[in-house]
């Protein structure tokens, strides 16, 4: 399959080219027809999937041609539940749009960081992608109007549910016209979805791919049986003996994340801590610098382990496990993405031995709890 097949133009076509996608991935096969045919979709995929250039690729070129909106009155409509998910769409928007004859202008809003900016640089924006919170009090300080908007995507609508948006959602959907297409990306198909899917989507295509187990199939799984005294040394002689020069830590909260990393430092390895209790500022320059290899250590929480798409991430550490069999398979998908092997590690104490039973039946993958009894962690 080609992306010659999908209805693509040849303006965006070029535009993929220069990305270096030689085929779709399943869920741009099933999903870009159907967007640009204008139906509404529920998409179940996780990130990782190729699921972000499956809608940005159709709602750019929905808009190719297009006279241009009334000022302040967006045309589509991107809700996501983070900042670091709408800076991650945005550039994806970026990577496409810098290619194309006649561009579209798309900009992304998110909370933490001044909001006049923001408000300078709506003029002329058609695609606008947004945290429902920002678009609030955008929309409050008459900044933008949604009343002409033809295209709502909802990203990682689960993940928006947990975290408590349905206020925030039910104000925004008022202000929509009625008469829109609604494009709803979902890494699960939870109940409280089936709420809002009724409420949003009009005879939807559903399209539902199993990205989960395919990239679990990508990663090499280890544990190791450890008690919680010895995680640390442990942590550090696996770094030193994988010769781990990027690697992705999960900690269970905000405190334990910043002791994690704290430690590692004082270890003398470059590590930073990367949760929602720390600045918008801090947050991207925690990640800019992990992506661009000057810290070699990211420490996070699982808010973090969703929407964060690392290329080529080599290393993923659980050093206590997820609540959720769900939260350990998007805390290991950070890597074995985009079709690249990856290794995942999980600390075990003799607490969590049942629990990580529970996640394997889940997963429907066993995986071996090494012991560390032999590893020489003296001095570390
Ligand atoms: P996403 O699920 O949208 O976060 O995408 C995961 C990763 O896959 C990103 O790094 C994309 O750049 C990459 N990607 C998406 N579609 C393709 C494709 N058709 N070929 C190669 N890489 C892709």
Redesign the pocket.
Known sequence: MS?VTLGLNRYLLYA?EK???????P??ERVIPQILKGKDLLGI??????????YVLPTLQLLQGKAVAKNRHINTLVLVPTRELAI?VQK?YK?FNDHLEQGIKYLAVYGGVSINPQMMDLQGVEILVATPGRLIELLEKNALYLNEVELLVLDEADKMLNLGFKDEMTTILNLLPKKRQNLLFSATLSSDLGAIQALILQNPITVEIE?ETQNIDLITQLAYAVEDLKKGPLLRYLIKHHQMNQVLVFASSVHRADAIADKLSNNGYSAMAMHSKKSQGARENALYKFKSGDIQVLVATDLMSR?I?I?FLPFVINYELPRSPKDYIHRIGRTG???NAGTAISFVNKEEQHHFGIIQKKIKKQVVLSNTDEIDLKGL
């Open positions: 992306f993929i990305q270096y996608y030689t085929h779709p991935y869920i741009q995929a996780q990130t990782g999937s190729g699921k972000t250039a499956s991650q994806v990577s990205a929407g798409d290329p993405r985009a079709e």
